[in-house]
């Protein structure tokens, strides 16, 4: 995983509450065994019709919205524990998935996988959507490292909460099994010491 640190960029708004883990990524596609390719088929249902020609006036197929970061509505990833649907937000080229709520294992899979859940107030993700809503290339500020966020040149900014291991694992680019490689050496050294009886 890349590691993440800060980043700056415009966003893409998904204003829709309850988005559940079969709308991020279609049951259908979960067929691969690693984690490419999942991006081409995130929000397939709501991407394309029948015939596989998108649909003009969703916000993934609109010019208008790019960037690292998606805001969405409140209760993003519920549903089903799907891990896929963070490698599909991942694959993509989401870093960062700005909500007033998320799904508590869609959450864990998120931060798992290099994706970091960054919640917010309602209130404050009102302000972020309309900022985006008045200028499309609004850029958004994401400090993990100090735990904060604004909207640049937007009196909008916050705070937010992260498990300190999570957030470890986020800002070295290590999953669980990265960060036990990690303490390899200390491990050794503790078991040269031990004492056998």
């Not at 490292?145 to 604004?150: A, F, L, S, Y």
């Not at 200390?186 to 009886?197: A, D, G, L, R, S």
């Amino acid at each position: 995983m890349e590691k993440l640190k800060t980043i700056t960029s415009s966003a893409v708004p998904l204003p829709i509450e309850d988005v559940d883990t079969d709308q991020i990524i279609p049951a259908r596609f979960l067929k691969a065994v690693t984690r490419d390719g999942f991006g081409e088929n995130l929000f397939r249902d709501w991407r394309y019709n029948n015939n596989d020609v998108e649909i003009q006036d969703f916000v993934l197929n609109n010019p208008t919205y790019h960037g690292s970061i998606l805001v969405a509505g409140k209760n993003f990833g519920c549903g089903s524990s799907r891990e896929h649907a963070t490698w599909a937000l991942y694959d993509y080229g989401f870093r960062v998935v700005i909500s007033s709520f998320f799904a508590d294992i869609f959450r864990g899979n998120a931060m798992n996988n290099g994706l970091l859940p960054l919640q917010v107030s309602q209130e404050e993700l009102d302000q972020i959507l309309m900022a985006i809503e008045k200028d499309p290339e609004t850029s958004i500020y994401v400090n993990l490292e100090e735990q904060v966020w604004n909207v640049e040149g937007k009196d909008i900014q916050g705070t937010f909460h992260i498990d300190g291991y999570k957030k470890m694992c986020l800002l070295n680019g290590y999953d669980d099994i990265d960060y036990l490689l990690s303490l390899k050496d200390e491990i050794k050294t503790f078991e040269k010491n031990q004492v056998v009886y």
